[in-house]
């Protein structure tokens, strides 16, 4: 009997789409109210100790922080199998919930640990959210459940942001943090509640090792443009939630600005219907070429406008628009490339686009921002987005 059936079987509480929708919901309001937060208590805290240039090691920091949880990601297979996989979900949330326990403190290190614990959390729940969405989602049913998802989590990404910036200005970062561990704690009895069925760890097959893993993901051609996709989106994303909120204070701007505009532009994620029709008429992979040429020229153009703030929050959320695209169709190629036998092991190598458009990226502006203005992270971003969208014409007409 093949694991995906005695799931299903197994576990009558599962609701399909709307209960994959309504873990993702909870774990991104946790998540989202830290989201523009961390990175001006990063600059200011950095500044407060005289650091020069303080969007630099900014930068440096979220960098370093990306490459550990890219590491942490090749551990996960090791410990669902040890474990299994409800029990490695509920402790990646309680990494972000003591992490977030140590921001609190507002100091130095309790910064770096508060990233840190967010950034594992991150690694292990979305590799756990996959592999549920796997079990349990039929794959003609994909595009409607990530739609789906996207669309119902648009008001925690959308308010998240604009309540943590509130919460930090009056009360201090203790605020956001004990915010993001309250819904973290409903998030974990809900999951309690579900009592998901899982396969028997016993019948699923040790982890590769990871250097295997990744040659044979990278044997694949179809794998590989599949995590291009994702890279580029999330690139563009991990820009968006950090940068503009330096740029509006570097300009002296009020911080509320950079909440509203975070959170405006994931409220966006809203379209999912629209996204589905589009994708629907249009296929695929048109829809996610398109998404990725307009977003990526949209953020070009940006730099035209350097000296306007208003203008160029405005550039940014009609960039969003598509971007927003890809995070309703973005993971498709990939659930829909992956060998079902496979995908515990490919699934944990997929997932390294998170952390790689972190880090990498973080690198690279890192040493700009040491020589140039903040026009040179929207330039670099913007020609990535173009670039990955190039790639994207090798997707399947009939995908």
Same mark, same amino acid.
Not at 316 to 340: H, S
């Given at each position: ?13 599962? *609701? ?161 943090? =004990? ?18 069925? #899982? ?16 040659? *044979? ?9 599949? @995590? ?7 690139? @563009? ?37 629209? =996204?589905?029709?589009?994708? #629907? ?63 515990? #092991?490919?699934?944990?190598?997929? *997932? ?48």
């Amino acid at each position: 009997m093949s694991p995906r059936p005695a799931a299903l079987r197994s576990s009558p509480s599962v *609701r399909g789409p709307a209960t994959i929708a309504t873990l993702y919901v909870l774990d991104s309001a946790a998540r989202a109210v830290t989201a523009t937060v961390l990175a001006l208590h990063a600059y200011a805290t950095y500044k407060q100790f005289g650091a020069a240039n303080a969007d630099s090691y900014v930068s440096a920091t979220y960098s370093t922080v990306a490459f550990v949880a890219f590491v942490v990601t090749f551990l996960t297979p090791l410990l669902i199998h040890r474990f299994g996989r409800n029990r490695v979900y509920l402790f990646g949330i309680a990494c972000c919930m003591v992490g977030m326990a140590a921001l609190a403190t507002s100091t130095v290190l309790g910064l770096g640990a508060g990233l840190v614990g967010r950034a594992l959390s991150g690694v292990i729940g979305s590799i756990c959210l996959i592999l549920f969405i796997v079990d349990f989602i039929p794959r003609q049913n994909l595009v409607r459940s990530e739609t789906l998802r996207l669309f119902v989590s648009c008001v925690a990404w959308g308010l998240g942001p604009v309540l943590g910036v509130w919460l930090y200005q009056h009360f201090g970062i203790v605020a956001p943090a =004990v915010a993001s561990i309250g819904v973290h704690t409903l998030l974990i009895l809900y999951f309690r509640h579900l009592n998901l069925a #899982q396969p028997a760890v016993e019948s699923t097959p040790p982890p590769r090792n990871p250097l295997a893993m990744i040659h *044979r993901f990278a044997s694949q051609k179809r794998l590989r443009l599949s @995590w291009l996709i994702v890279f580029g989106r999330s690139a @563009w994303w991990s820009m968006f939630f950090t940068y503009p909120a330096l740029y509006l204070s570097d300009h002296n701007i009020d911080e509320s600005w950079a909440g509203w505009l975070v959170g405006i532009g994931n409220l966006l994620l809203g379209t999912a219907p629209l =996204v589905r029709v589009a994708a #629907q008429r249009l296929g695929l992979r048109v829809t996610i070429v398109g998404a990725f040429w307009l977003g990526g020229g949209l953020t070009l153009a940006t730099v035209l406008f350097y000296d306007r703030p208003l203008v160029l929050c405005l550039m940014l959320l009609a960039a969003a628009t598509f971007i927003v695209v890809l995070d309703n169709l973005g993971n498709i190629p990939f659930m829909r490339f992956a060998r079902p036998r496979e995908l515990p #092991q490919m699934t944990t190598v997929f *997932r390294t686009y998170v952390d790689t458009a972190e880090f990498i990226p973080s690198f690279f502006y890192a040493l700009l921002l040491t020589l140039f203005d903040f026009r040179a992270v929207f330039i670099l971003s913007g020609l990535l987005t173009i670039v990955v969208g190039i790639a994207a014409t090798w997707l399947p007409r009939r995908l």
